[in-house]
T-cell receptor, first 109, second 111 residues
Framework: DAKTTQPNSMESNEEEPVHLPCNHS???????IHWYRQLPSQGPEYVIH???SNVNNRMASLAIAEDRKSSTLILHRATLRDAAVYYC??????????FGTGTRLAVRP | NAGVMQNPRHLVRRRGQEARLRCSPM?????VYWYRQLPEEGLKFMVY????????ESGMPKERFSAEFPKEGPSILRIQQVVRGDSAAYFC?????????FGPGTRLTVL
C-alpha cells in the first residue's frame, strides 16, 4: 500500500471547522482515499472515502487535490465527540487497510 | 460497531498461557479481517479469513499465532504461550462495499 503522511496532532475549538491534511504523493490511479477515526477505547469507524471528486456525507467532507497527491478531511463544526485519532488510508477496492499513526485531534470546549 | 461482536472485551493472561479471542460477524458475512493495535500505534493487519479458508495471512507472526473461521461459530484468533509483547488490542472487521466495520476489540493484557 502507498504511504500517507499526516500531522501527529491538531487542536480545534468546539463548533469551529477543522481541516485535517493528508499527503499521499505516491498514490496510484486505482487507490481510493479513505478516512477512519478511532475514538478512545473503541474500534476504528469509517468516516468517508473518495477517488477523484470531492465527497460529502453526514459526518464530513473530503477535498481531494486535482493531482490526487493530497487530500483534506473537513469537519464542518467540531464537537467534543469528534476528539479522536483520524487515519488517512490509501486502499485498493476490497483490500486490507494499512493504518499509519494518524492525527490525534483535540477539541477545546 | 454494529454487526461485529467480539469477546471477551478484556482478557488477562500470564506468560505462557493461551489466549483465545472470538469474533462473530453479523449473519451473512463470511469474511473477517483481524488487526492488532499495540499501545500508541495504529492498527496492523494480521489475517483475512473466509469461512474454512485463510485468504491472506501475510501479517501473522510466524509462531504461536493462528486463526480460523469455521463453517459454524465465530472466528477465533489463538495465541499460544503468550508473552508480554502480545499485550495489545485485537480488532476484527467485516467489509461491505468500500467500508470496513470494526468490532469493539479485545484488550489482551499479559502479566
Amino acid at each position: 500500500d502507498a504511504k500517507t503522511t499526516q500531522p501527529n496532532s491538531m487542536e480545534s475549538n468546539e463548533e469551529e471547522p477543522v481541516h485535517l491534511p493528508c499527503n499521499h504523493s505516491t498514490i496510484s490511479g486505482t487507490d481510493y482515499i479513505h478516512w477512519y477515526r478511532q475514538l478512545p477505547s473503541q474500534g476504528p469507524e469509517y468516516v468517508i472515502h473518495g477517488l477523484t471528486s470531492n465527497v460529502n456525507n453526514r459526518m464530513a467532507s473530503l477535498a481531494i487535490a486535482e493531482d490526487r497527491k493530497s487530500s483534506t478531511l473537513i469537519l464542518h463544526r467540531a464537537t467534543l465527540r469528534d476528539a479522536a485519532v483520524y487515519y488517512c488510508i490509501l486502499r485498493e477496492r476490497g483490500d486490507k487497510l494499512t493504518f499509519g499513526t494518524g492525527t490525534r485531534l483535540a477539541v477545546r470546549p | 460497531n454494529a454487526g461485529v461482536m467480539q469477546n471477551p472485551r478484556h482478557l488477562v493472561r500470564r506468560r505462557g498461557q493461551e489466549a483465545r479471542l472470538r469474533c462473530s460477524p453479523m449473519k451473512g458475512h463470511s469474511h473477517v479481517y483481524w488487526y492488532r493495535q499495540l499501545p500508541e500505534e495504529g492498527l496492523k493487519f494480521m489475517v483475512y479469513l473466509q469461512k474454512e479458508n485463510i485468504i491472506d495471512e501475510s501479517g501473522m507472526p510466524k509462531e504461536r499465532f493462528s486463526a480460523e473461521f469455521p463453517k459454524e461459530g465465530p472466528s477465533i484468533l489463538r495465541i499460544q504461550q503468550v508473552v508480554r509483547g502480545d499485550s495489545a488490542a485485537y480488532f476484527c472487521a467485516i467489509a461491505r462495499d468500500h467500508e470496513q466495520f470494526f468490532g469493539p476489540g479485545t484488550r489482551l493484557t499479559v502479566l
